[in-house]
């Protein structure tokens, strides 16, 4: 019992992996323990745009940049209404922010969101180890724990293979989404930051100005002529997908992960979007049966998870990589037009190319790094997916052709 108080009070904190590692640390955050799958990511900047994104429910994520929370927190960098991640590892925590945009600092943000943070310690040595044994389950503890017990609790976490995450994350009921990138700069609501429906549902303020969120994404004013309406499906959706939907000219409606294909085709929808998610994309049966149901009927346009869901719709596998690909700076080639993106990626599952029916899906997009399946679409029919992040938020901006490429499919349906 002493020796749990003056770790306490001296701030210490543990990562204990379930291959009975053990690193030794300094707690920030929230005083609690937590456990995950333990994973890196190599991103140099947005770190909060991480901690929020949904993809990594059930994740520790450790940032291999060495010195994060520097510019603080806001609520504008915000992927979702909460951080998502179950911990943070960190090499150099910073108590202090700097910067006009910040309404908090990381600490304050984290900790009011009761997520622990352990800092100080060799992420370099912890990096090179889950590369060599991959991805491992762990426990965090900021509140004194020993580190036998954590060892015992993160072998007794279930294992992320398995696991059917998106039903936890995704939003209770539909909403209307209408803000673009150009209203980042409006207030976000009062609901939105009390963790209510995400900012953006439908306010009666609209989009703002075509011209203005069309130049800001890229798109000419004829390709965004249009209007559309998308039925965008939340299995961990982010929120610069839904402001780049917008920008480009879509009335987007969100619905949860377990929307029947019956219930999107009664909104009418010029095109369907499948979001990223968090976990394994098998035990998600029911999203597979309803892609299937919409597959020829109408365009879609797979992220992620949602591109995993595809393959399996298309009667492909998926399989587990060994410690997945998280960060902004992974180099994918288009072997339709031959070009390199640098792309944002956060995944832990890939489809197996050659599970898919070579009649059917031409692969589109390949990994250079380990050459794993990043693209695909149907031969005939009005679907493609990528396994990266085209909203890129953070990121680079390499692959938000995409959203493009949407919208000329529904052109092409539509006539």
Known sequence: MEDTLTQQAAGRAILALEDGRVFNGRAAGARTRRGGEVVFNTSLTGYQEVFTDPSYSGQIVCLTYPHIGNVGANLDDEESPKPYIEALVVREFSPLASNWRS???????????????IWDLDTRALVRHLRDVGALRGVIATDGTAAERLIA???????MAGQELAGRVTTAR????????????????????????????????????????ARSAGVTTGEAAARHRVVAYDFGIKQNILRLLVDHNCDVTVVPAGTSAADVFALKPDGVFLS????????????????????????????????Q??????????????????????PVKNLLTQKVEITAQNHGFCV??????????EITHVNLNDHTNEGMRHRSLPLFSVQYHPEASPGPHDARYLFNDFIAMMNEAAR
């Open 153 to 159: 609790e993160a072998r007794a976490l279930p294992t």
């Open 309 to 330: 869901l595809c393959g399996l719709a298309l009667g492909g596998r998926t399989f587990k990589l060994k410690f997945g690909h998280h960060g902004s700076n992974h």
């Open 103 to 117: 309404s908090e600092s990381a600490q304050q943000y984290l900790e009011r969101h009761g997520v622990p943070v």
């Open 276 to 307: 990223n998610g968090p976990g394994d994309p098998e035990p998600i049966g029911y999203a597979v049966e309803n892609i299937r149901k919409l597959l020829g009927r109408v365009p879609i346009f797979g992220i992620c998870l949602g591109h």
């Open 174 to 213: 539909s909403y209307e989404w209408t803000k673009g990138s150009i209203d980042l700069a409006a207030p976000t609501s009062v609901a939105a930051a009390a963790g209510a429906l995400p900012a953006g549902k439908s306010d009666g303020r609209g989009a703002g100005s075509l011209g203005a969120t």
């Open 352 to 361: 197996d190319p050659e599970s898919l029916p070579s009649s059917d899906v």
